[in-house]
């Protein structure tokens, strides 16, 4: 079967987005809001440091941070059910690079997205060192450089520099004139995909979409991936008993299957480490199956109230009308919406939460019964051991 006719027959597509957002947490929002149907996110200037926590929602996150500096820092979210693995977190004079594996129906894919600052150059090693990875690659990435010849208004300085790894071959670029920032009367082409063959045949559907936030900036650029993606085996959501859990059992099992995993081997590679972690999580999923009884009881969320509904509804009808508009007003509508919702459910919960208080009579909390076991589990916390094994 020819590659043209692979493209052809596959019915299945993976969406990305790529973006330069100039702080991801400003923009953590929105992005859940406008984007969350697509499968891999690529995102420029995440402004994070190694030790801020950040997530998106249905999402795994790869990141590689700029520590001791400002701005910068790059970070691929892949959607949960796929599978996927990192290959390479690396920043080569000044050169940002986060890289993930994941699997299709027609192999393995890389993807990286990359960040280069304007005052810095392309650093030919970063792209072959993806390419040496996996020659089946796609790159995504704010390179600063503009290329007259492949769509951008003139070229610049990085521009040629990006001339030349086209030059050598094993990549190629998608070739349109879809401008990628905006700033005042200001356009130009700077964000770019790159990608291997076959890879870059299986691209289409290239659009922008409006900045992020209020004012003009960098654009989103969005496409399809003409390829499936292997998902990940569902797993089925469990609730146990843990009151009628024989814990004794739990140790004893759980220990006999931790005995068996080798801890002088030496652990260095990301596979490495993922299997090593499967075998952690295979080992405490068999001891709890075992000790732990199910619960037939469903897991429920609080209730919500009329109001509370009502100002849902009314975040889907902003939302979808922004969506349709792409109009400011419409776009500071959805958000005002949005807050007011998070505000009433806020609300919800404190009334749940006090509905619970108040069922608690004054006599049973105040019990020297109750304090007792508080302080008995305290003070069992406190002594507790960090030999390594479980006691």
Request: charged content about 25%; hydrophobic content about 35%.
């Amino acid at each position: 079967m020819t590659v043209i006719s692979m493209i052809l027959s596959t019915k299945e597509l993976i969406k990305i987005m790529h973006c330069n957002v100039t702080s991801i947490k400003k923009h953590k929002e929105e992005i859940c809001a406008r984007f969350n149907q697509f499968d891999i996110l690529s995102i420029n200037e995440t402004n994070l440091k190694p030790h801020n926590l950040f997530s998106l929602p249905g999402y795994k996150i790869f990141r590689n941070d700029r520590p001791d500096r400002q701005g910068g820092g790059v970070l691929l979210a892949i959607r949960n059910n796929i599978i996927c693995h990192e290959k390479l977190n690396r920043t080569i004079e000044n050169n940002e690079g986060i890289a993930v594996q994941i699997e299709t129906p027609l192999g393995h894919l890389l993807i990286a997205s990359i960040y280069i600052p304007p005052n810095v150059r392309i650093h030919h090693e970063l792209l072959q060192q993806i390419y040496n990875l996996n020659n089946n690659c796609l790159i995504l990435g704010d390179l600063n450089a503009s290329l007259q010849s492949m769509g951008s208004r003139r070229t610049n300085v990085k521009g040629r520099q990006l001339q030349q790894v086209l030059d050598e071959g094993y990549l190629q670029c998608i070739d349109n004139d879809l401008t990628t920032y905006a700033r005042n009367n200001y356009e130009e082409k700077i964000d770019w995909i790159l990608a291997s063959q076959p890879t870059i045949l299986f691209i289409d559907n290239v659009e922008t979409e409006a900045p992020l936030g209020l004012k003009e900036d960098h654009k989103p650029l969005t496409f399809n991936l003409n390829m499936a993606a292997d998902n990940k085996p569902s797993s089925p959501r469990l609730s146990f008993n843990f009151k009628s859990a024989n814990w004794q059992l739990y140790r004893k099992t759980l220990n006999e299957l931790l005995s068996n995993i080798d801890r002088t081997k030496t652990i260095t590679t990301v596979e490495e480490i993922e299997s090593y972690a499967t075998t952690l999580t295979e080992c405490i999923s068999s001891a709890t199956k075992l000790s732990i009884p199910p619960t037939k009881d469903r897991l429920t969320n609080f209730p919500i109230s009329t109001t509370t509904k009502n100002l849902i509804d009314r975040k889907h009808r902003a939302y979808r009308r922004w969506r349709k508009t792409m109009n400011e007003n419409d776009k500071k509508e959805y958000y005002k919406s949005k807050e007011l919702l998070t505000n009433a459910l806020r609300n919800n919960r404190i009334e749940k939460m006090n509905q619970i208080m108040s069922s608690l009579s004054g006599s049973k909390m105040c019990s020297d019964k109750v304090w007792g076991t508080v302080r008995k589990f305290h003070n069992k916390r406190t002594k507790q051991s960090h030999s390594g094994d479980l006691i």
